[in-house]
Structures are given as C-alpha cells and as structure tokens.
C-alpha cells in the first residue's frame, strides 16, 4: 500500500472527525488555488489544508503530531507545506514509523520545522534573500534553520542536510498566516 493511500485514509478520518468549516467564503480574492481547491483567505491554515487534494498527507502527519489546534491557532504563521509527492520521496516504511505515536516527538520536530512564527509573503523572504547578499537563513519553530534563496524566479529553501525544496506555489493568504507549497520535505540535521 502506498503512502499516499495510508495516508488518504488516516485524512479521511481526520475530516469526518474534525470541526471544519466547509461552507464556501466569498474572500479568495487573488488567492491561488492548490491542487485546483480553491483556497480562502479569511480560513485558517488547517481549514484550508484539508480542502487541499494535495496535502493529504500533511494533514495526516498534523494530526498524527497533534498540532492540528496550534496550527488553527491566531498565529501568525509562515508554513512551507510538502506536497504528497513531497512524502512519496520518503519510503512507505519510514514515513509509516514516523506516524506511530512513539515517534510523536520526531514527527513534531520534522513538521514544526516547515513552520516559521511570522506571516512571511515571497515579496518580504525575497527582500530577505536580497539584503542577506543571496541567501537568507530563515528560523523554524522546530529549531531547523533552512537557507532561502532565488533561482531564477523561484524561491527555494536548503535543510540543514543540504535538502533543497522549491516553492512551487507562493503566496496562499490564511487567516493566520501564509503557506508557501513546496515539493520536498525538510529535515532536521542528522
């Protein structure tokens, strides 16, 4: 079974259980859509995430990590979120471990290091990046330090294993913050 299957199915339980509010919001404004969901300014990170069809299994490690509340929370937050294809670079077998709830600890510092606690727009991490002479370090709540940077137009963040994810969508407005997709997962240093 594949991780985004395991993971589908977790998800599934997470909407059936979770308080969400599904109903349509006239405040996309200028907002991107993700995975072709649209996606609602005046929603929060979590809200907006489960509405994603391509950030099941981040929804599932969230609750799995128990920071489904945190991240409903008033923030604000910047959040770099790895796609499912993200974690299907991870094998079946380790992402599984990392669900179990001995690995909580893990789990929460991997996922909390995709977090940042501001609400950072790619104009300002660009701005960041340009006044840092072409790289800038950016600080996590997971205790990560990842290093953005431009190529060409794109902004891509390093782990601090050498890493590199580029934001593939930039700029998705949350009531609480900002996501930023991306396509790898980030790890802390090992």
Not at 19 to 25: E, F, I, L, Y
Not at 137 to 147: D, F, I, K, R, S
Request: contains cysteine.
């Amino acid at each position: 079974m594949s991780n985004t299957s395991i993971l589908s199915t977790a998800a599934a339980l997470m909407l059936a259980s979770a308080p969400m509010a599904w109903a349509q919001s006239d405040d996309m404004g200028d907002n991107p859509t993700v995975g072709g969901a649209p996606m609602m300014a005046d929603m929060n990170i979590i809200e907006n995430a489960v509405n994603s069809p391509i950030h099941t299994t981040l929804v599932a490690a969230v609750q799995a990590a128990d920071l489904v509340e945190t991240l409903q929370g008033p923030g604000p937050f910047t959040v770099f979120a790895p796609t499912d294809a993200a974690f299907d670079m991870i094998t079946d077998e380790s992402l599984n471990a990392l669900l179990q709830p001995e690995a909580k600890d893990q789990l929460t510092q991997i996922l909390t290091c995709h977090v940042v606690g501001a609400e950072a727009f790619s104009d300002a991490i660009g701005g960041m990046i340009a006044d840092d002479g072409g790289a800038h370090p950016v600080e996590t709540l997971g205790g990560c330090t990842l290093t953005a940077e431009m190529s060409g137009g794109d902004i891509t963040l390093t782990d601090e294993n050498g890493r590199e994810a580029t934001v593939t969508i930039a700029d998705v407005d949350q009531s609480n913050g900002v996501i930023h997709v991306i396509d790898r997962v980030m790890l802390p240093q090992q």
